[in-house]
């Protein structure tokens, strides 16, 4: 048989189970989510998101300048096949780099 104490504490967490999701039934209903999102924060939103893909693009600039003369010097060396594939590598993944802003920009529509 349950103790008296153990079908009170249950029954206290269905309580506060139901009042949570009641409450949050309430700010569903009224529209809670609409009411934070104001062109302010939007717009700050677009100020880190211009910030960030800046960087990225000069971050992306600097390694395919880096790996285009790595390249090169490559090409000189006699035995450059590792070395030619691994700069191949780096200038593909600076053109993703350039290009990643335009493209998230593409998906979000």
């Known amino acids: 048989m349950k103790k008296p104490i153990e079908g009170k504490k249950k029954l206290k967490k269905i309580m506060d189970y ?3 999701f ?3 039934m309430f700010l ?3 529209g809670a989510p609409t ?3 104001t062109s302010e924060i939007d717009a700050k ?3 880190l998101w211009d910030l960030v893909s800046t960087v ?3 971050a992306g600039g600097v390694i395919l300048l880096w790996h285009a003369f790595e390249f090169g010097a490559s090409m ?3 035995e ?3 070395a030619i594939t691994r700069s191949l590598k780096g200038i593909g993944g600076a053109l993703i780099m350039l290009v990643a802003p335009a493209i998230t920009n593409a998906l979000k529509g």
Do not use: D, E, P, W
């Open 56 to 58: 990225v693009q000069a």
């Open 35 to 37: 009411v934070f999102a």
């Open 18 to 20: 139901t009042a949570c």
């Open 45 to 47: 939103f677009t100020i």
């Open 80 to 82: 450059g096949g590792s």
């Open 28 to 30: 569903q209903g009224v």
């Open 22 to 24: 009641a409450f949050l």
């Open 76 to 78: 000189q060396a006699q």
